[in-house]
């Protein structure tokens, strides 16, 4: 069971998930953010994938991936920045993004890479249901990532 599952099952009202962008404001500040943000009383937290055309999200969703990006950030970076507290960190987390830099990184890859620094879910709204649950499900379910 992972932590999310975890969560939801011991509180059933009244969850506070944050989202951010990692890579913003900063390079090297999302585990800063993770930190304070578990510290605050956060019970889950949503962790943006930068993606230079996130024309589904609004002016300053889009202000902050083009910030990280500049930054220098990548998923690599973002998967590396994690790592560094994914013991530390006890707080559910979720990675939310756009497909295609998940599939240019390699799905198996993401998947593997989510377990190993304590991701608990993804949202990928671009990601049509069939799609996931023909081609992709057997590996999320692999690497028991909830797929949002």
């Given at each position: 069971m992972n932590?999310?599952?975890?969560?939801?099952?011991?509180?059933?009202e009244k969850i506070l998930s944050v989202y951010f962008?990692?890579?913003?404001p900063e390079l090297n500040s999302t585990t800063k953010i993770v930190e304070e943000l578990g510290n605050s009383g956060a019970d889950l937290i949503e962790i943006?994938?930068?993606f230079s055309?996130?024309?589904?999200?609004?002016p300053?969703?889009?202000?902050s991936n083009n910030t990280a990006i500049e930054n220098g950030i990548t998923l690599e970076l973002i998967f590396s920045q994690l790592d560094?507290?994914?013991i530390k960190s006890k707080i559910p987390k979720i990675m939310m993004g756009y497909f295609n830099p998940v599939?240019?990184?390699g799905i198996e890859r993401f998947c593997e890479k989510c377990a190993k620094v304590g991701i608990d879910g993804v949202i990928i709204p671009d990601l049509p249901l069939a799609e996931y649950q023909s081609q992709y499900q057997k590996i999320f379910k692999r690497y028991g990532i909830h797929f949002i």
């Open positions: 932590k999310l599952d975890i969560l939801l099952k011991q509180k059933h962008t990692a890579g913003y943006g994938i930068p055309d996130p024309v589904a999200d609004g300053v969703i889009q202000f560094k507290i994914s599939l240019q990184f």
